[in-house]
């Protein structure tokens, strides 16, 4: 079964501090969503790509479309104010014969074709999976005031990462039903789990990092130095 990939880019990478949207900024000479799509457009497993992209970026991104030649791009579509309010837009916007989807931060551009398709051989044998990886600290659970509630054992811990795959029918289900009742959270899995089915966790990768603040890029042109070398 093909895949259908949302790949949200509607964030403002308020974080980054930069003055342009940071899956702009450029990592090794091309911006950061380049890497990411491109990754997407070369899997054989992927039949289409959906970008959710903010108002503001969306002629940008047209244009790297455009220029990088992705054949498999089907849509741009206007996010939200939340990612998940962007997903579900992305979602809505795949064409009806897409049975199966995986979402993928756009501001995740270091994953390699290798994880990728071992991830998605994986990912088939389940209605929900996710690119996951034991944590290196230790996890507490604080109060408002910083005060400590609970420290669950760390080999019960996992980091989350996208990608992460679902069947179609079941991620709109949860995505109509959060909005329904205003239920907001940080991942799509998050809303599997709240409507009561398994999400599987599979082995992510440590150099899958999120492009979060200027540190992180830093240590992306690393990474990619390294694998050139
Ligand atoms: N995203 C989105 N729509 C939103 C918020 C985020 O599509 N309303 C996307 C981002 O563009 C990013 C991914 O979700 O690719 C992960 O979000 P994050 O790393 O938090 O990016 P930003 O929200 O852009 O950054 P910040 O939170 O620092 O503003
Ligand atoms: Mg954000």
Redesign the pocket.
């Known amino acids: 079964v093909k895949l259908g990939v949302i ?10 501090g930069a003055s342009i ?3 702009f900024l450029s990592l090794q000479g091309r911006p950061i ?1 380049t890497h ?1 799509l491109s990754l997407f457009e070369r899997s054989e497993a992927v039949a289409e790509i959906v970008i ?3 108002k503001k970026d969306r002629e940008r991104i047209g244009e790297l479309v455009c220029t990088e030649g992705f054949q498999k791009v089907s849509a741009i579509v206007l ?9 579900f837009a ?1 979602v809505k916007a795949l064409s009806p014969l897409i049975k199966r989807v995986a979402v993928h ?4 551009p270091l994953l390699t074709c290798l994880e990728l398709n071992r991830f998605f051989t994986e990912a088939a044998k389940f209605r929900a999976a996710i690119m996951a990886i034991p944590v290196k600290d230790t996890i507490k659970r604080v109060d408002a005031r910083g005060e400590v509630i609970e420290t669950p054992p760390r080999e019960t811990l996992r980091a989350i990462q996208t990608p992460q795959v679902f069947e179609r029918s079941l991620l709109e289900e949860a995505h109509r039903k959060a909005r329904e009742v205003g239920y907001l959270t940080t991942d799509d899995a998050a809303l599997i789990e709240w409507l009561g089915h398994p999400v599987q966790t599979l082995m992510g990768s440590l150099e899958n990092i ?4 200027p540190e992180d890029l830093d240590l992306a042109e690393m990474i990619l130095a390294k694998r050139k070398a």
């Open positions: 790949i949200p880019a509607a964030g403002q990478g308020k974080r980054m949207n940071k899956q969503l990411t959710v992209s903010s996010g939200g104010e939340e990612r998940q309010e962007s997903v992305g931060d756009g501001a995740r999120k492009i979060t603040t």
